[in-house]
């Protein structure tokens, strides 16, 4: 276009590298509200039951603000643009945890039944506040040293191995409750080896489906509107298929088997784009489950006491109807109401002492109501979309599986604890992450939020300022 020949107005192109706000200062205003919140719980419980303030406020209060400054400064230093939401969640999470597992040890009904059995009634608030201790160190050792989430890419085959081991090694160790989902460690007490096998799966599911991906992409005909893939390309989610099934078989285990078959499933469909892998995963899914869950016994009896929960009262009893956990679990819901009968006044410890463990949502749907719950699931909800939003923005291949395999197996153990507390699939025997009482759990998922953190930082940091190019200091600009 044509300009005045005195104009001196240079047009000039600019690379930017400038990133989006790290957030920090975010993450520590809602770091502090997810304190103040179950502090506010923990009075609450004990204004309800003892009419006084607990005296263990305090320290209570100081002790998990350290756990999530901690956190917070570690990820300041080592991960400082990483996503501002995961850390105040999960540290929202843990707190009610703690707070509703201290309300259930003052239950004098517990430690009567207790007497009754022969044994000492022993708190486990103290216990889960160490091991929540030990999350945060091994969350903080995470984002520490692990200086670049694609490091992992290179272990694929060696976490397969890891894995494996895992999931076989309880096996041979006695079960409890009818589930062999637990090791014994002397000195250590109980692990649950599947809580850090999921982690360990994803890391090789991640590594396998970023290589193999366009060969499972691939169809052979169309049928009913979806591509179905090439018979010999079902052979991975055989393999895993088969995988689930021994272990719903042989530790009759039947929520790591919906949640490691589930996990492989949602990252097989997002690194293919192939709605036929859901399919296929749902049919075998529920076809395996169907077969083992009428000839095992101990999935056979959970089945039925899902599908006639208050048979336990029925006179004369069925010989499967052994506990009325489930009965009183969905007795707690209703008693609940809408907006609960308040922090400390619910009676869920009837439950008896999986109130804090396996069905400690019914603790929750009874005191917080379905407000309450629903506000949890929120939560729960939002840790899910956090790392399905990092995938998305992950620039790596590996990276993007790796954080929706993370996020999948977080929100399918959520639902398969909550589905099964409420009555709308088989109970499980897993338990709520963060929110209920057991060390392993605890442990591992802090481990999972910091892999999560890890990759939103490398997503969302800046690109590197380009090189300076030796040609661009001898251009030289000549202006009439």
Avoid at 84 to 100: K, W
Avoid at 402 to 422: E, K, N
Wanted: aromatic share 10%; hydrophobic share 55%; glycine share 10%.
């Amino acid at each position: 276009m044509p300009s005045s020949a005195g104009s001196n107005t240079t047009a000039t192109t600019t690379i930017s590298t400038v990133g989006p706000p790290s957030r920090r200062n975010t993450e520590l205003a809602l770091l502090a509200f997810a304190v103040i919140l179950p502090c506010f719980a923990y009075a609450n419980v004990g204004l309800a039951l003892n009419g006084e303030m607990p005296s263990g406020m305090l320290g209570y209060g100081l002790g998990l603000g350290l756990l999530g400054g901690v956190g917070h400064l570690v990820v300041r230093k080592f991960a400082k643009y990483a996503d501002p939401l995961l850390l105040p969640l999960a540290t929202l999470l843990n707190g009610l945890g703690l707070v509703m597992i201290w309300r259930l040890d003052q239950s004098e009904r517990l430690a009567r039944l207790a007497k009754a059995q022969g044994f000492t009634f022993q708190a486990s608030a103290p216990n889960q506040l160490l091991f929540s201790a030990l999350g945060i160190a091994l969350f903080v050792a995470v984002v520490i040293f692990l200086k670049d989430h694609r490091i992992l890419q290179r272990y694929t085959y060696i976490s397969m191995v890891v894995a494996l081991i895992l999931l076989v090694a309880p096996v041979f160790f006695p079960g409890k409750f009818g589930a062999k989902i637990w090791i014994t460690v002397p000195g250590l007490g109980s692990i649950q080896p599947g809580e850090f096998a999921k982690i360990i799966l994803a890391i090789f599911f991640a590594g396998y489906l970023m290589v193999k991906r366009d060969a499972l992409a691939l169809a052979s005909r169309r049928f009913m509107g979806l591509y179905l893939p090439r018979g010999r390309d079902l052979g991975p989610i055989l393999a895993v298929w088969a995988l689930s099934l021994v272990i719903l078989v042989f530790e009759t285990d039947l929520g790591s088997s919906l949640l490691f078959f589930g996990m492989f499933v949602v990252m097989l469909y997002v690194a293919t784009e192939r709605t036929s892998w859901i399919v296929f995963g749902l049919l075998m899914s529920a076809g395996g489950a169907a077969v083992v869950g009428s000839v095992e016994p101990h999935v056979k009896v959970r089945v039925m006491a899902w599908l006639h929960p208050f048979a336990v009262y029925d006179n004369p009893r069925p010989s499967w109807a052994t506990t009325e956990q489930i009965a009183q679990a969905l007795f707690a819901f209703g008693s609940g109401g809408v907006f609960g009968t308040g922090w400390g006044q619910g009676a869920s410890d009837l439950i008896q002492f999986a109130a804090n463990s396996d069905f400690i949502f019914a603790s929750y749907g009874e005191e917080l109501g379905l407000a309450g719950a629903m506000a949890i699931l929120l939560i729960y909800g939002l840790i899910v979309e956090r790392g399905v939003r990092t995938a998305l923005a992950a620039r790596d291949p590996f990276g993007k599986l790796l954080a929706t395999g993370l996020a999948a197996a977080f929100g399918i153990q959520v639902f398969v604890v909550a589905g099964g507390v409420m009555g709308l699939i088989p109970l499980t025997g897993m338990t709520m992450p963060f929110l209920a009482q057991g060390g392993s759990s605890v442990i591992a998922n802090w481990a999972l939020i910091a892999i999560l953190i890890k990759i939103s930082d490398t997503a969302r940091r800046p690109a590197p300022a380009p090189a300076p190019s030796p040609d661009a200091e001898m251009t030289q600009v000549v202006r009439p």
